[in-house]
Nanobody, 122 residues
Framework: QVQLAESGGGLVQAGGTLKLSCVAS????????MAWFRQAPGKEREFVSA???????DYADSVKGRFTISRHYVRNTMYLQMNSLKPEDTGVYYC????????????????WGQGTQVTLSS
């Protein structure tokens, strides 16, 4: 069983930066692939980025070159560094975990956090 808690969201101007954190409680954090998803008002939840148990990463095309995902195994924490933010990055950002390989499909993740709001002002 894994419990996830996101933090770091907020209101930021376009072009700004934010760093999201996701702290995992429970055992064997290193056995879980982790991911970030986001959901804008009126839209479906979409994949942002994922990181495997070995540190391999994957990104949605819309965030490549701007966002960086990472994880700290001792701290049981995953991060999302977001640079050059755009208004379309607005949404609730969720972290997710699953045992096994990383995946870009939300349905394949078993554990979810409550989300943290990211709002861009133009």
């Amino acid at each position: 069983q894994v419990q996830l808690a996101e933090s770091g969201g907020g209101l930021v101007q376009a072009g700004g930066t934010l760093k999201l954190s996701c702290v995992a409680s429970g055992r064997n954090f290193h056995n879980y692939a982790m991911a970030w998803f986001r959901q804008a008002p009126g839209k479906e939840r979409e994949f942002v980025s994922a990181i495997s148990v070995n540190g391999n990463t994957d990104y949605a095309d819309s965030v490549k070159g701007r966002f960086t995902i990472s994880r700290h195994y001792v701290r049981n924490t995953m991060y999302l560094q977001m640079n050059s933010l755009k208004p379309e990055d607005t949404g609730v950002y969720y972290c997710a975990a699953r045992q096994g390989v990383m995946d870009s499909r939300a349905n394949n993740y078993d554990y979810w956090g409550q989300g943290t709001q990211v709002t861009l002002s133009s």
